[in-house]
C-alpha cells in the first residue's frame, strides 16, 4: 500500500485548502482512510475518518463543521476539503490507511504542510 498526499500550502486564517491523497495497492472498500496531523511540539491526532464498508466519516470535535473528508473509489484518492481554517491548524498533515477490522492505522503517507497565518 502506497500513499501519496498532497495539497498543503500556506493559506490565511478563514481561507481553504484542499488536501488530497492518492493511495495504490488498495481498495478502498476493505479499508478506512483517514487524515492525521501533528503540530508542532504537539501529538498526532486524528482529524477525519471514513470509511466505505460502513458508509460512516467521523470528525476531530474540533474541525467539525469546517472539514469534510470524502473519497473516489474509481480514483482510489481520499480528500479532505478545509474551510474556515485557523493558526490552531497549523500542522503537518498525514493521510492513513487500516484495514476495515483493524484497530491501528497500518499505513502511512509522507505528510503535507499546512501553515494558517493570523
Known amino acids: 500500500v502506497q500513499l501519496q498526499a498532497c495539497g498543503g500550502g500556506l493559506v490565511q486564517t478563514g481561507g481553504s485548502l484542499r488536501l488530497s491523497c492518492a493511495a495504490s495497492?488498495?481498495?478502498?472498500?476493505?479499508?478506512?482512510m483517514g487524515w492525521f496531523r501533528q503540530a508542532p511540539g504537539k501529538e498526532r491526532e486524528s482529524v477525519a475518518e471514513?470509511?466505505?464498508?460502513?458508509?460512516?466519516?467521523t470528525y476531530a470535535d474540533s474541525v467539525k463543521g469546517r472539514f469534510t473528508i470524502s473519497g473516489d473509489n474509481a480514483l482510489n484518492t481520499v480528500s479532505l476539503q478545509m474551510n474556515s481554517l485557523k493558526p490552531e491548524d497549523t500542522a503537518i498533515y498525514y493521510c492513513?490507511?487500516?484495514?476495515?477490522?483493524?484497530?491501528?492505522?497500518?499505513?502511512w503517507g509522507q505528510g503535507t504542510q499546512v501553515t494558517v497565518s493570523s
Open positions: 495497492k488498495i481498495a478502498f472498500s476493505d479499508y478506512i
Open positions: 492513513a490507511a487500516k484495514w476495515k477490522t483493524s484497530y491501528k492505522y497500518n499505513y
Open positions: 471514513i470509511s466505505w464498508s460502513g458508509g460512516t466519516s
